[in-house]
C-alpha cells in the first residue's frame, strides 16, 4: 500500500513538471489578450480549436509546430457587431458607386457596368451617397438609355432609400399614381412623376418583384463575404439579415449541415417573426459554437442619409419633417414585450434622438413587466441621442451597438440636417462609455466596410472624409485604441452571449486571433486604417495568410 502511495505520489510530480503538449505554439508575439489579468503575453498555444496557454514561456510548451510571428501585434479575432451578410457578399461583385462622386461618373459606371454584363437579370446595391454631388437625389431619366433590359433597383449606402430605372418600375407595377405606405415615402418631383427613389418601407414595392436568388447564389454570396471578412481578421459576425432573415439563417444552416461554415455566426431574424422564432428555438435549439440563433433585430425608424431618422425637432434641411417610424409603435410594443418574455434576444434599429428615447422606454416597460433577467437589450446604431438620454443605457443596462465609421461619411454633411445641440449627441461614444453603458462596435456592412481597423480609426480620430476636421469632427468624443479594440472583441462577445468563449485570448477559450502587420499603440492613429492582416486563426486554423 505504502509503494503505490509513494508512486502515485511521483506521478503526480512528473505531471506538474512535464510541458503542455499542443498542436501549435507561436511565439515571439506583440498580443494584447482582452484580458485585464493577463493583458500582454509573447506565447500562445493551442489544442485543437481552443487555447491551452498564454503567456511569456515558450518552454512550458511542447508542441508540433512551432511559429514565430517575428513580433507582430496579435488581437482576438474581430467581431462586427451589425452585418447585412448575404447582400454584402453579394455586393463584392456588383456595380461599385460609393466614391462616384460626380452624376456624371455616377451615371457612367452604371453604363459600363450593364455594358460588361449584359443580360436581363436584376442589378442591386451599388451603394450611392448623393452628397457627394451636392445632395441632388437621381431620376430615372439620368440612367434608363444606359441600362438596356436591366432592372435596376440600387441602395444607398445607408440602406434606407434605393433608386430604380423604369424597367424597374414597370415590372413591380408602380406608377405615378401609386401611394406611399406607411413608414416609406415615393419620391416624386414637382410634375407628380416617379422619379425612380424610395425610401424605407417604399423599397418593398420593388422588392416584391425582384426573384429570390437561388440557393447555390445564396451560398455564393456567403463564401465571398465570409472569405472577405477574414481576410480582415473579423471571425465572428452579427447577421441581421439581408433576405428576410429566414432565407439567411437557411442558408447558414444548409452550409453547416454540409460542413463548409467559414466563420463564426450570430443571426438576427425579424422582431415581427418572433413567434415563429419561438417556436424554432423551442424544436432546434439555438445553435453552436460556430452558427447561432435566437436574436431578433427590429426597426423603429430610418436613416439621417434619407430624412427618415425620428426626431423630436425637424430637420434643419426639411423642416417639415421629423423623419418617420418604419414599424407601427404599437406593434412593436407589443411584439418587444412578447420576445423578451419568451427569452429571445432583442436588438431594434434606432437612428434619431426620438427614436431612441422611443426604444428605451419600450425596454424599460418590458423589464418592469417581465420581470428581472439577463436579457441584453440591444439598441442598432444609437447614433443621434440625447446626452440626457445616455445615462438611460447605463442605468437599464441597455447595448449601444454602434457603427464608427459611419461618421467619417455623415460628419461631412450632418450640419445641414441638425443643430449643434444635436450634434453632440452624434455617435457619442465616449460620453457613452463615461456613464457607463456597454458600447460595441461594427459596421452595418454593406453600408460601411467590413474592416475593423477602418472602425477603430474612426473611433480614435473622427476624422471625416472630407478631410476638414484634422483634429477630429467632435473631439471631445474620441477614445483610445485600447477601448476600441475592446468595443470590437471582448464587448462585442458579451453584446452577442458568447462571453467566456470568445473575445479575450485566455486559456479554455476558442483560437481566434488575428495578426497585424503592425502595433496599433506605436502608430500615428491616422494611418491605423492603413494597417493589414497578415494571418487570421479561426478555431485554431489559418484561415487566412497574406501573401
Not at 527 to 541: A, E, Q
Request: aromatic share 10%; charged share 25%; proline share 3%.
Amino acid at each position: 500500500m505504502k509503494q503505490l502511495f509513494f508512486l502515485l505520489i511521483i506521478a503526480a510530480i512528473f505531471s506538474c513538471n512535464s510541458t503542455n503538449k499542443a498542436d501549435k505554439v507561436y511565439i515571439n508575439g506583440n498580443i494584447w489578450t482582452g484580458d485585464s489579468v493577463n493583458s500582454t503575453a509573447s506565447v500562445i498555444a493551442i489544442k485543437g480549436d481552443k487555447i491551452i496557454y498564454v503567456g511569456n514561456d515558450a518552454t512550458q510548451i511542447e508542441s508540433a509546430e512551432v511559429i514565430d510571428l517575428g513580433g507582430k501585434m496579435v488581437v482576438p479575432g474581430f467581431t462586427d457587431n451589425h452585418t447585412h451578410f448575404l447582400s454584402a457578399g453579394y455586393g463584392l461583385s456588383s456595380v461599385k458607386l460609393k466614391d462616384a462622386m460626380t452624376k456624371a461618373a455616377f451615371i457612367q459606371r452604371i453604363s459600363d457596368y450593364c455594358k460588361q454584363h449584359p443580360g436581363d437579370n436584376w442589378i442591386r446595391e451599388g451603394n450611392w451617397d448623393n452628397e457627394n454631388w451636392g445632395g441632388e437625389l437621381p431620376s430615372k431619366e439620368w440612367i434608363d438609355s444606359v441600362t438596356g433590359d436591366h432592372p435596376i433597383f440600387i441602395s444607398r449606402y445607408d440602406g434606407h432609400m434605393a433608386f430604380a430605372n423604369s424597367k424597374a418600375m414597370e415590372l413591380a407595377g408602380v406608377n405615378k399614381n401609386t401611394i406611399s405606405p406607411a413608414g416609406g415615402v415615393i419620391v416624386k418631383n414637382a410634375k407628380g412623376e416617379l422619379t425612380g427613389c424610395f425610401k424605407d418601407k417604399a423599397m418593398a414595392l420593388i422588392d416584391k418583384a425582384i426573384p429570390d436568388p437561388t440557393e447555390i447564389e445564396l451560398e455564393e454570396y456567403y463564401k465571398s463575404a465570409a472569405m472577405y471578412a477574414l481576410e480582415r481578421g473579423v471571425t465572428h459576425v452579427n447577421d441581421m439579415g439581408s433576405y428576410g432573415g429566414w432565407m439567411d439563417l437557411n442558408t447558414y444552416r444548409r452550409v453547416a449541415e454540409k460542413n463548409k461554415s467559414l466563420i463564426r455566426m450570430y443571426a438576427f431574424m425579424p422582431l415581427s417573426t418572433w413567434n415563429k422564432l419561438d417556436s424554432f428555438v423551442q424544436k432546434n435549439g439555438r445553435g453552436d459554437d460556430m452558427l447561432k440563433w435566437g436574436g431578433l433585430k427590429g426597426y423603429v425608424d430610418g436613416s439621417l442619409g434619407s430624412t427618415t431618422a425620428w426626431f423630436h425637432e425637424p430637420y434643419l434641411d426639411d423642416p417639415h419633417s421629423h423623419g418617420l417610424t418604419i414599424t407601427d409603435t404599437t406593434d412593436l410594443r407589443n411584439w418587444v414585450k412578447g420576445a423578451d418574455k419568451a427569452g429571445l434576444h432583442i436588438a431594434v434599429h434606432a437612428i434619431g434622438d426620438r427614436a431612441n428615447d422611443f426604444i428605451l422606454s419600450v425596454y424599460d416597460e418590458a423589464e418592469k413587466i417581465n420581470g428581472a433577467s439577463d436579457r441584453r437589450f440591444r439598441v442598432e446604431h444609437a447614433q443621434h441621442v440625447r446626452l440626457a438620454a445616455i445615462e438611460n443605457f447605463a442605468k437599464q443596462k441597455v447595448i449601444a451597438s454602434m457603427h464608427p465609421y459611419h461618421l467619417v461619411d455623415d460628419g461631412i454633411w450632418a450640419n445641414k440636417r441638425l443643430d449643434e445641440s444635436r450634434l453632440k449627441g452624434t455617435y457619442a461614444i465616449k460620453e457613452m462609455m463615461d456613464k457607463g453603458a456597454t458600447v460595441t462596435f461594427g459596421s452595418d456592412w454593406p453600408v460601411a466596410p467590413v474592416d475593423a481597423l477602418f472602425g477603430i480609426y474612426a473611433a480614435v480620430t473622427r476624422q471625416t472624409g472630407d478631410n476638414k476636421n484634422p483634429n477630429g469632427w467632435y473631439p471631445d468624443q474620441k477614445i483610445s485604441v485600447e477601448n476600441a479594440l475592446r468595443f470590437y472583441t471582448l464587448n462585442n462577445a458579451y453584446a452577442s452571449f458568447r462571453d467566456g468563449k470568445i473575445g479575450m485570448l485566455k486559456t479554455g477559450y476558442y483560437a481566434d486571433f488575428a495578426v497585424l502587420e503592425q502595433d496599433l499603440f506605436k502608430i500615428d492613429p491616422i494611418n491605423i486604417k492603413n494597417v493589414k492582416v497578415d494571418l487570421t486563426v479561426l478555431n485554431g486554423k489559418e484561415v487566412f495568410k497574406r501573401k
